[in-house]
Each structure stands twice: as C-alpha cells, then as structure tokens.
C-alpha cells in the first residue's frame, strides 16, 4: 500500500522531529531566539526548543506537515522506500539525512 508510510506512527514522528529542526534552525538564522512568550518585535518564540518538549498542539502541527508533503509526494506520482541498510533509531547526524 503506497500510503504505508503514514500508517507508521514511528516514522511519522521522526520526520516530524526533523520538520522541527529544520523550522528552528530557519528561525534561529532570522535571529529568533527562545522567549516564554511569542513576541514578534523581539523576535521571541517559546517553540525554540527540543521536540520532545514541544506542547502536543506544536507536535501535531509538525506531524501534519508530513502528513500534507507525503500524500502531496504521492500525488505527484512519487515512490517511498526504505534502504534496509538504514536505521532510522540509529541516526546521529542531526538532521536525518543522506
């Protein structure tokens, strides 16, 4: 099934995980840096920090991009596989890549 990928919660997350990465080190380039309190001026967010600490509605709004990028993916007439010598748990470049 072409939608498998979805259907794992694990990678689902991981990606997520990486979505957030990617957000946050673009914010932190723009001068963002970690404020309790969003501030547009200041350039504040309370989002600067590891994923794991993100509030579930951030999360969720990361694991709906992937969700969105994947099926458009798809639609495009695009292919998901894994290289079974990769292990996603065992990644430690920091930012999930090739």
């Known amino acids: 099934m072409k939608n498998n990928i979805l259907e794992s919660k694990e990678i689902v997350e991981s ?3 990486q979505v ?3 957000w946050m080190e673009g914010r932190i380039k723009d001068g963002w840096t970690y404020g309790v309190v969003r501030d547009e ?9 590891p994923y794991n600490e993100l ?3 951030e999360k969720e709004y990361d694991r709906n991009t992937v969700r969105t ?15 079974d010598s ?8 920091g930012d999930g890549l090739p």
């Open 15 to 17: 990606l997520a995980e």
């Open 20 to 22: 957030h990465l990617a």
């Open 41 to 49: 001026l200041l350039k504040k967010t309370p989002c600067i920090v």
């Open 55 to 57: 509030p579930e509605s």
């Open 69 to 83: 990028t994947v099926k458009a993916l798809y639609s495009l007439g695009f292919c998901i596989s894994k290289d």
């Open 86 to 93: 990769k292990d996603i748990s065992s990644d430690n470049s």
